[in-house]
């Protein structure tokens, strides 16, 4: 594993969000699911997409508070414009699990 410095740490710039939408993504190539998170007045509503299927659907993601990358550009994934990277880990058989707050917080407040 690579050591990075802190000031290498506070470059990224992770936030909590909720996401106000979810529709399925069945251009994906990889099963996804098409999101609009809202981070709050400073960053506002961004556009992401997640491969998030095997744990979570279109119908129980509004409402969720997710962390999100916000800094890295924009990135096309088909047709979606993915703003955000959001943020997981692997479960046991590879199915992401979303990294969530586990108290409700303020949206577009950072990670530290």
């Not at 969000?17 to 990889?30: H, L, M, N, S, V």
């Not at 744990?55 to 962390?67: N, W």
């Not at 997981?88 to 917080?105: C, N, Q, Y």
């Amino acid at each position: 594993m690579n050591e990075i410095s802190f000031d290498d740490f506070l470059k990224v710039d992770i936030r909590v969000g909720t996401i106000t939408r979810a529709e399925p993504f069945p251009e994906a190539r990889k099963p996804a699911i098409k999101l609009w998170i809202n981070f709050g007045p400073e960053i506002g509503e961004k556009k992401s997409s997640a491969q998030i299927t095997d744990h979570y659907s279109v119908d129980t993601l509004p409402g969720k508070q997710i962390m999100a990358v916000v800094n890295f550009p924009p990135r096309q994934i088909g047709p979606v414009r993915s703003e955000v990277l959001v943020l997981g880990v692997s479960d046991a058989d590879g199915g992401i699990v979303l990294l969530t707050p586990d108290i409700t917080v303020s949206d577009g407040g950072r990670m530290h």
